[in-house]
C-alpha cells in the first residue's frame, strides 16, 4: 500500500503517499458530468486538505483556481475524500466517491476486478500521456490485456540505505554496496568489527516490521500472499531463509547490536547518528536523515535492494488517481487533464519544473532526490535536465541504486490487508531479534494462521 503515518516519506513522494488509514472526511460529490453553459464539464476531485490544514488547504485550492483558469470548459468540484480502507467500498456502492481520488498501490488490481474504475486507456492515449508514463509502474494499473485503469503519479522502490563513512571505516568501498544478502552480512560484520557500531538495523515495530519482512521475502524469491490475496504464503522456504539471515546477523555474527525495537523514526535517528551501517529503505529517506536529523550528505549512500538465489525484485509502493467507473469520454478526458495538471506537470512542463526545483532551493529542501519515476525514462531524462542548476544533493552518493533501480523488477506490496498481515509479522521478526533460541519454522506457521483468519474476513 502507499506509505502510512508510520512511514517516512515517499512519496516517495512523501505527501502524495501519506493517505492510507486515515478517516474520510467526504461531502457528497455532485453528479458526476454536469454540463454547463457552453459544453462545461463538471467533475468532482477528492484529496483537498482539511480546514484543520490551512497552509495546504490553500495550496490545493490555488491549484484548482489555476487549473480552471487554464481550462475554463472544465469546472471542479473539489471534496475533502480521501482513500479509507475501512470507508471505500460502502463509499463505492452508495455513489458517494468523487470522480478522481488517490488511492494507494494495492487497490487498482482489486478495483479493476470488481469493475470499480474507469477503463481510461482511450482518454490517456488521446491526451498523449500514456507514452509519458513509466511502462513498468503503470504494470500496477493495467488488467491482463494491458488496458490502463489508473494514473500512477507518486512511486518508491525499496534499496539498501548505507552509511558511506563507516563503510570508509570498515576498509569497504562506499561506492560499492552489497549486491547479495549474504555480503550484506559480511559486510555488517566488518563494520560492527571496526566501528563497534551495529552493522545493520532493522525496523521491527508499528507494522514496519512487517513491511520490511516483506520486502526481504521479496528479495529471497518469496510472496507473502497469493496473487488474489485470498491466503497466506510466506510460510515457507524463502521466507524462512530471510529469517535466518537475520538470526544469524544478530545471533551468531552478533552485527545488529543491542537495540532491536525501531520504528521508521527511530531507526532513521540512530541511522543518523552513526550507529547503524546499513538498513532497508527508499531514496527519499534521504530527505529524513539529511535535513531533518543532521546526517552529513556526504554519509548518505544508498544502493538497490539486495537479492539472494536469484534476480527477484523489490517491493514498490505509491499511489495512483482512479476515476469514477460511470464517467463519460468528456469527464474522463477532463479528469486526465487535472490528474496531469495536479501531479505530473512538472515532469512534462520545463516552466513548472524549473520553478519547483527553485522553490524546493528557497525552502531549503533537497531537489533532485532520484527515485523511481513514474514517467517514461526519457522524459524523466528530459525533466532531470531542466532541474540539473538546482541539484542540491550528492547525486554520485545515489548512483548505485539509479544504475539498477530503472530495471530492477519491482513488486507491489501485499494486495488485501497489507497493514493487518504487517501487524500480524511485527512480532515474527521482533521475536527472531529478541530470542536466539527462536522457532522460526513454528513462528512463520502461527502467523499465517493469524493472516489466514484476517483474509478469509
Known amino acids: 500500500m502507499i506509505r502510512t503515518a508510520i512511514r517516512s516519506t515517499a512519496a516517495l513522494s512523501t505527501s502524495a503517499l501519506l493517505l492510507a488509514g486515515l478517516v474520510a472526511c467526504s461531502s457528497s460529490p455532485s453528479s458526476a458530468g454536469e454540463s454547463g453553459a457552453g459544453g462545461q464539464v463538471t467533475i468532482t476531485v477528492g484529496d483537498r486538505p ?35 480502507p475501512t470507508t471505500f467500498q460502502a463509499q463505492a456502492a452508495g455513489g458517494q466517491l468523487p470522480d478522481v481520488l488517490n488511492v494507494p498501490f494495492t487497490e487498482p488490481q482489486g478495483m479493476i476486478a470488481r469493475k470499480q474504475v474507469a477503463d481510461l486507456t482511450k482518454a490517456l492515449k488521446d491526451d498523449g500521456l500514456l507514452d509519458e508514463l513509466n511502462p513498468s509502474v503503470l504494470k500496477i494499473a493495467q488488467d491482463q490485456s494491458g488496458n490502463v485503469f489508473a494514473v500512477p503519479t507518486a512511486a518508491y522502490s525499496v534499496g539498501l540505505i548505507y552509511n558511506r563513512d563507516l563503510f570508509t571505516k570498515a576498509g569497504l568501498d562506499p561506492d560499492k554496496p552489497p549486491a547479495t544478502w549474504d555480503e550484506v552480512r559480511a559486510d555488517a560484520k566488518k563494520i560492527t568489527a571496526a566501528t563497534g557500531q551495529a552493522g545493520y538495523a532493522q525496523m521491527t515495530t508499528n507494522n514496519t516490521g512487517g513491511w520490511m519482512f516483506t520486502t526481504q521475502t521479496y528479495a529471497f524469491g518469496g510472496t507473502i500472499e497469493t496473487t488474489d490475496g485470498s491466503k497466506a504464503t510466506f510460510d ?170 530503472a530495471d530492477q523488477k519491482i513488486v507491489p506490496e501485499p494486495s488485501v490487508k497489507a497493514q493487518e498481515v504487517y501487524a500480524a509479522l511485527d512480532p515474527v521478526v521482533q521475536t527472531v531479534l529478541g530470542n536466539e533460541k527462536a522457532d522460526i519454522p513454528a513462528l512463520l506457521t502461527k502467523a499465517a494462521g493469524t493472516v489466514n483468519a484476517k483474509l478469509g474476513r
Not at 50 to 60: G, K
Not at 293 to 317: R, W
Open 50 to 84: 482539511t480546514s484543520s490544514d490551512p497552509a495546504n488547504r490553500a495550496q490545493y485550492d490555488q491549484k484548482v483556481a489555476d487549473f480552471q483558469k487554464a481550462n475554463p470548459d472544465i469546472k471542479l468540484n473539489p471534496v475533502e475524500t480521501l482513500w479509507d
Open 236 to 405: 515457507d522456504a524463502p521466507s524462512r531463509a530471510a529469517l535466518q539471515a537475520l538470526h544469524d546477523m544478530k545471533w551468531v555474527d552478533k552485527s545488529m547490536g543491542q537495540a532491536v525495537l525501531y520504528d521508521i523514526d527511530g531507526i532513521s535517528k540512530a541511522f543518523a547518528a552513526g550507529k547503524i551501517g546499513m538498513y532497508m529503505s527508499a531514496p527519499d529517506a534521504y530527505r529524513t536523515l539529511v535535513t531533518t536529523n543532521g546526517l552529513k550528505a556526504s554519509a548518505f549512500g544508498i544502493g538497490p535492494m539486495p537479492q539472494q538465489g536469484g534476480d527477484h525484485g523489490t517491493l514498490s509502493g505509491g499511489s495512483v488517481q482512479i476515476v469514477s467507473p460511470t464517467a463519460t469520454d468528456a469527464e474522463k478526458a477532463a479528469a486526465i487533464k487535472w490528474i496531469k495538471f495536479a501531479y505530473l506537470n512538472k515532469y512534462v512542463n520545463q516552466d513548472l519544473a524549473v520553478t519547483s526545483a527553485k522553490n524546493g532551493v528557497a525552502a531549503k529542501q533537497p531537489v533532485g532526490v532520484p527515485g523511481l519515476p513514474v514517467v517514461a525514462a526519457d522524459q524523466y531524462a528530459t525533466y532531470q535536465s531542466w532541474i540539473k542548476p538546482y541539484v542540491n544533493v550528492p547525486l554520485a552518493n545515489f548512483a548505485p541504486y539509479t544504475k539498477v533501480a
